[in-house]
């Protein structure tokens, strides 16, 4: 049974190819037990003969996608108190929830476990349910934020002083003050350091303006952020690269970048769905692709903005979203092909 802490945010559908990928590789070792993640915190427990747990517990110790790797209990057992091999998360999407081997531990309507008072694996993956953010290792939850927080702040002034291409792991530690090694404790790469700056750094500034969507309407929401995103070029230019690195699957970071740009889009979406019952847009327009539509402008203003000096994003937002949002108020038609203009013959 070990604890461990994930180097960066990690999506629904990456837990659910980790599961995926576990199960079968667990099954056929002849391995049982769960994987327990919430917030940063992982809990796992692996059952099995003893060279086949060793491995794969190594396996685990390396993996890039977490660090303080620790080991609470190491013993010999009688019989295994797990099934098959499971993990357990909350995930955005309730599809996930019927993803095979997928467990509810963290559901609230979860019946108590009969067996955790039988084993001390069940017991302690008990009190990791009831307290799930709670320090499993002999560091506390302050040693664990502070040099975290150190080393993300310290890549938010790199990328202030050089940008996102000049970026490195040890320019980062530098302006941190921190050693290299302290912070690949955290953070084993370049890339796994940029996807926890992108989620503080955006996060921190697209939180407190979230109340507009419902005070004052989406459009007002996304005015505000383009202000406070053209303030800052570096988090503009580390945005545009996280959107271009999403691109590549294979990239450590790409499947967060995706799935947290699906979640901006999903947040746009429910909030012109919101406006029009509220009315502050016309019934007229459909929620679905004037989200489209605002974030094609949104989105392409900000990456011209990084190429030309010339553009005031926040004026130029304001005049077309006012167009944009004059058109939803007409009703809208799928265009025939007899209605698209063609070249005049010759």
Not at 90 to 106: A, R, T, W, Y
Not at 149 to 169: E, K, P, Q, S, Y
Not at 179 to 195: K, N
């Amino acid at each position: 049974m070990y604890t461990s802490t994930q180097t960066r945010p990690i999506t629904d559908s990456e837990l659910a190819q980790i599961l995926a990928v576990g199960r079968e590789k667990n099954t056929a070792l002849g391995v049982t037990g769960i994987l327990a993640h919430k917030g940063h915190n992982c809990l796992g427990i692996l059952e099995g003969d003893d060279e086949v747990v060793q491995t794969r517990f190594e396996q685990v110790r390396i993996d890039p996608r977490h660090t303080n790797v620790r080991v609470l209990l190491d013993e010999q057992v009688g019989q295994r108190s797990f099934p098959d091999w499971s993990m357990a998360f909350q995930p955005l999407d309730p599809l996930m929830q019927h993803v095979p081997g997928f467990s509810d531990l963290f559901a609230g309507s979860r019946p108590l476990d009969p067996a955790a008072g039988l084993t001390r694996a069940r017991g302690l993956l008990d009190w990791f349910r009831k307290h799930p953010l709670a320090p499993l290792t002999s560091r506390t939850a302050a040693d664990e934020e502070a040099p975290r927080t150190r080393a993300i702040n310290g890549a938010i002034t790199a990328l202030h002083d050089g940008g996102v291409t000049r970026f490195t792991l040890n320019i980062a530690a530098e302006h941190a003050g921190m050693s290299s090694e302290s912070v690949r404790e955290f953070f084993p790469t370049d890339r796994a350091l940029l996807a926890a700056t992108v989620e503080r750094w955006a996060g921190a500034i697209s939180a407190p303006l979230m109340p507009l969507i419902s005070e004052k309407g989406t459009v007002a929401f996304l005015h505000a952020l383009m202000t406070a995103h053209a303030e800052e070029p570096a988090l503009m230019e580390l945005l545009a690269y996280s959107l271009a690195a999403s691109v590549d699957p294979t990239l450590d970071g790409a499947d967060y970048y995706r799935s947290a740009y699906r979640r901006f889009r999903e947040v746009i979406h429910e909030g012109l769905s919101a406006d029009v019952l509220a009315g502050r847009e016309p019934s007229t327009m459909d929620p679905v692709r004037g989200a489209k539509q605002l974030l094609a402008l949104y989105d392409g203003l900000r990456l011209q903005h990084l190429l030309t000096a010339d553009i005031d994003v926040v004026n130029e937002f304001d005049r077309a979203a006012a167009r944009m949002r004059r058109g939803w108020s007409e009703q809208y038609e799928q265009p025939t092909y007899w209605d698209i203009p063609t070249a005049p013959q010759s």
